[in-house]
């Protein structure tokens, strides 16, 4: 097998239960060196439970993760470890350490797993920061730049150790127009230029459709759709039509009530009680 | 309380395992936390403990003046101050002060996603947050309560002379003969004790927040709850087996 078909992640009937409620229903998918995988999806699919899953932070009810040939289920935490500083991940929320400035954050890493200088630390610090279109914010604490600023240095920091995978949960939401295809080019670039293979979270379709190798579609805790971006485009499924010409009305349902939510993860079910009752202590 | 027991077992492998395996927890970060654990609290408890020394040397001398016994006003500040009132009542104030603040910032970590993504970075949150802490409340706690106790009774001295007819030498003299070192000893035992509840308490709380601000407020007021009642309770059988046993 050469090594460009070799594949960097490999998922195998993940099976994953909340109490009654099933958010993962058997995904199989498999992820090859150098790829662009997008993984779309409406609001509580189980798009950012099935990261976690494959980042190793939750653990599967069945089925199997592979990360670099390995399975990321049975290890220990030494082992898990071992295989995260190979790669990087941008949280949805940035998830910078609010007590460190930006360049420190973006340090973090390095100043952990390798044993570089100071100076070489610092370099790489502005190198990164300036491929995200922030240099000169090395200073600032994350509480002080705006959300879209924290999304970039979080990229930053997840690419410092300039690992072969990097997982992005929704990089460009937040971002302008013009920081998004900044973001994605960087994303076109590593993965074209160094081989780097990522997994991407989004439902932003411009950005999808401009950096995906290949596009997964997730429904009700299973796999929709899947396929080249030509292919997801011309799909037959209506649901997928719906989804990526963002249409209000179609044969996705509209979740607007507590009941439309089953499947959300973090909705728990509440008792039901009348407008006047829940108001009660409200209205004087 | 499984939590709290994994935490403490946690907490010993990676101060007593994991550095002879090659993860040595880094030695800045404890000192960040000294500061902000013992240094930036000793005005407060310098106020507290001039007060209490004060205090414990007026209600003496009241009782003990009925008694023609005012003699004895600095061998019970000293006693009291070395052995109870010193550790409790530094304890009281850093848990106010510090354990609450921990809970708070290690809560707000948690729900801010911050824990998960040092995980994901494969930077043990036990070994990077809560052992500086830890490490750094066993030395300033102890630390603490010494200047509690200098001030404390420096507090005694001031109302013995300025009040009552002492002189200073006749002060420092009974004060030295009442107390022994055992009593100074068993104070610092106490504080050491006190220091490892209020802070595995502390961040206990703070790394199991559920529930967003809310739950950072919840876990906070309970983690200063429970660290006053658990180290109230063990002061009283700390003072049982060291005085009241043999």
Known sequence: ?????????????LFRKFG?????????LTVYRGETLVIMGGSGCGKSTLLRH?????????????IFGDEITAMNDRQIDDIRRRFGMLFQSGALLASLTVGENVALPLLQHTDMSATEVEDTVTQKLQMVGLSGFENLKPAEISGGMRKRVGLARALVLDPELLFSDEPTSGLDPIMTAVVDKLTLELTKRSGMTAVVVTHDMTSAFRIATRMIMLGRGKIIAQGTPDEIRTHPDPEVQQFINGEPDGPMPLNLSQDDHEH???????????????????IP | MKNFLRLNASLLYWIFVAPFKGQMFKISPIFRQMVFIGVRATPMVALTAFSVGVTLAMQAAHSLQQLGAEIYVPDLVMVTLLREMGPVLIAVIVIGRSGSAVAAELGTMKVSEEIEALEVMAINPISYLIVPRFLAMLVMLPALTILG?????????AVCHFALDFNTAGFVLRALESANTWDLYSGMIKSAVFAWIIITIACNAGLHVEGG????????????VQALLAMLVTNALLTAVFFFGA
């Open chain 2, 213 to 224: 601000a809310e739950g950072v407020g919840q876990a906070t007021t309970s983690s200063v």
């Open chain 1, 264 to 282: 959300h993860p973090h909705v728990k079910a509440r008792p039901l009680v009348s407008a006047r009752q829940r108001f009660r202590h409200k």
């Open chain 1, 1 to 13: 097998m050469n090594p460009e078909t070799k594949p960097v992640v490999e998922v195998v009937d």
């Open chain 1, 54 to 66: 494959i980042i190793g932070v939750m653990k599967p009810n069945a089925g199997s993760v592979k």
């Open chain 1, 20 to 28: 009654s409620r099933t958010v993962i229903d058997g995904i199989s």
């Open chain 2, 149 to 157: 106790n200098y001030v404390g009774v420096f507090g005694g001295w």
